[in-house]
C-alpha cells in the first residue's frame, strides 16, 4: 500500500512539474516571438501579460497577438475568433496560434458576443411578428343594433314556431314591449349548456326569463344568429330541434 501511495505521489508531482514547465516554455516562447513585432498604435515593446494576452510597455494598450500579428499560412489573411480556434475566414480552415502550444481554446468574449448577436436577432425576429400581425389585425368589431323586421319572413316563422297569433307576438305586444333581446347574453347562455361534440335538444336549453314564451322565442332568434355565424349546427325532424356546438 505505502508503495502505490509512493507511485501515485509521484506521478501527481511529476504531472505538476511537467505542466508548470509547459506553461514557463509557452511564456518563454510567447515572448521571443512578441520581442520581433511592436505596438501596432506607439511602437512601444510588449509584454506577454496572460494567455494569449499581450501589453504594450508604453501605452499599455492590451491584445491578443495572435489576431494582431499571425497570418493564414495558405492565403495570409489575418485570423479571427471561433469557438475553441482561430480560424481563416478567407479560406475557411482553422489555424495553430504561433504564440500558444495549446490548439484548443475556450473564449469567453465569443460566447458572450454570439449570445448578443443571438439576442438582438430574437428582438428583431419578435418585433417584425408583431408588426406582421399587426397589419393583419381585423378592425375590432362593434355589434350594431338588430333590426329582427330586416329579416324576411322572421315573425311569422317565430309566430308558427310558438303556435301563436300574429298579433300576439311580442313584437307587437305592449306588455313585453320593455323586455329587449339581449343576443350576447343568450349566445353566452347557450354555449354554457351545450358541451362540446354534443346534441341537445332545443327544450334541453333552460329559460333565462320569466317569461317562458318569450324566452322560448329569443332562444330560438339566438340560435338562428350563432348557426349563421358558423358557431352550431341545427338540425330540425319533424317538429324536434336538435343543436350541436361545433
Same mark, same amino acid.
Given at each position: 500500500?505505502?508503495?502505490?501511495?509512493?507511485?501515485?505521489?509521484?506521478?501527481?508531482?511529476?504531472?505538476?512539474?511537467?505542466?508548470?514547465?509547459?506553461?514557463?516554455?509557452?511564456?518563454?516562447?510567447?515572448?521571443?516571438?512578441?520581442?520581433?513585432? #511592436?505596438?501596432?498604435?506607439?511602437?512601444?515593446?510588449?509584454?506577454?501579460?496572460?494567455?494569449?494576452? *499581450?501589453?504594450?510597455?508604453?501605452?499599455?494598450?492590451?491584445?491578443?497577438?495572435?489576431?494582431?500579428?499571425?497570418?493564414?499560412?495558405?492565403?495570409?489573411?489575418?485570423?479571427?475568433?471561433?469557438?475553441?480556434?482561430?480560424?481563416?475566414?478567407?479560406?475557411?480552415?482553422?489555424?495553430?496560434?504561433?504564440?500558444?502550444?495549446?490548439?484548443?481554446?475556450?473564449?469567453?468574449?465569443?460566447?458572450?458576443?454570439?449570445?448578443?448577436?443571438?439576442?438582438? *436577432?430574437?428582438?428583431?425576429?419578435?418585433?417584425?411578428?408583431?408588426?406582421?400581425?399587426?397589419?393583419?389585425?381585423?378592425?375590432?368589431?362593434?355589434?350594431?343594433?338588430?333590426?329582427?323586421?330586416?329579416?324576411? =319572413?322572421?315573425?311569422?316563422?317565430?309566430?308558427?314556431?310558438? #303556435?301563436?297569433?300574429?298579433?300576439?307576438?311580442?313584437?307587437?305586444?305592449?306588455?313585453?314591449?320593455?323586455?329587449?333581446?339581449?343576443?350576447?347574453?343568450?349566445?353566452?347562455?347557450?354555449?354554457?349548456?351545450?358541451?362540446?361534440?354534443?346534441?341537445?335538444?332545443?327544450? =334541453?336549453?333552460?329559460?333565462?326569463?320569466?317569461?317562458?314564451?318569450?324566452?322560448?322565442?329569443?332562444?330560438?332568434?339566438?340560435?338562428?344568429?350563432?348557426?349563421?355565424?358558423?358557431?352550431?349546427?341545427?338540425?330540425?325532424?319533424?317538429?324536434?330541434?336538435?343543436?350541436?356546438?361545433?
Amino acid at each position: 500500500m505505502k508503495t502505490e501511495q509512493s507511485l501515485k505521489n509521484w506521478g501527481e508531482y511529476i504531472y505538476k512539474k511537467a505542466t508548470e514547465l509547459k506553461e514557463k516554455v509557452q511564456r518563454l516562447l510567447t515572448q521571443i516571438l512578441l520581442s520581433k513585432h #511592436n505596438c501596432h498604435q506607439c511602437d512601444g515593446r510588449l509584454k506577454l501579460i496572460g494567455d494569449r494576452l *499581450a501589453e504594450c510597455i508604453n501605452c499599455h494598450i492590451r491584445f491578443d497577438p495572435t489576431l494582431e500579428f499571425q497570418k493564414c499560412l495558405i492565403c495570409g489573411e489575418k485570423l479571427v475568433k471561433k469557438t475553441q480556434y482561430y480560424y481563416c475566414p478567407e479560406c475557411q480552415t482553422p489555424q495553430r496560434s504561433i504564440f500558444s502550444l495549446d490548439n484548443w481554446f475556450y473564449f469567453p468574449e465569443y460566447f458572450t458576443e454570439k449570445m448578443r448577436e443571438s439576442r438582438k *436577432a430574437k428582438k428583431v425576429r419578435i418585433e417584425a411578428l408583431k408588426q406582421l400581425l399587426a397589419s393583419t389585425k381585423s378592425p375590432t368589431y362593434i355589434p350594431h343594433q338588430m333590426d329582427l323586421k330586416l329579416i324576411e =319572413g322572421l315573425y311569422k316563422s317565430l309566430n308558427e314556431f310558438i #303556435n301563436n297569433n300574429t298579433s300576439n307576438l311580442f313584437i307587437n305586444s305592449q306588455e313585453t314591449s320593455k323586455i329587449r333581446f339581449d343576443l350576447t347574453l343568450y349566445r353566452r347562455h347557450i354555449l354554457d349548456v351545450l358541451p362540446s361534440d354534443c346534441v341537445i335538444h332545443f327544450d =334541453g336549453i333552460s329559460s333565462i326569463i320569466d317569461d317562458t314564451r318569450l324566452d322560448r322565442i329569443f332562444r330560438f332568434i339566438a340560435l338562428i344568429y350563432m348557426w349563421h355565424y358558423g358557431e352550431i349546427i341545427l338540425t330540425q325532424i319533424d317538429n324536434l330541434i336538435k343543436v350541436e356546438r361545433i
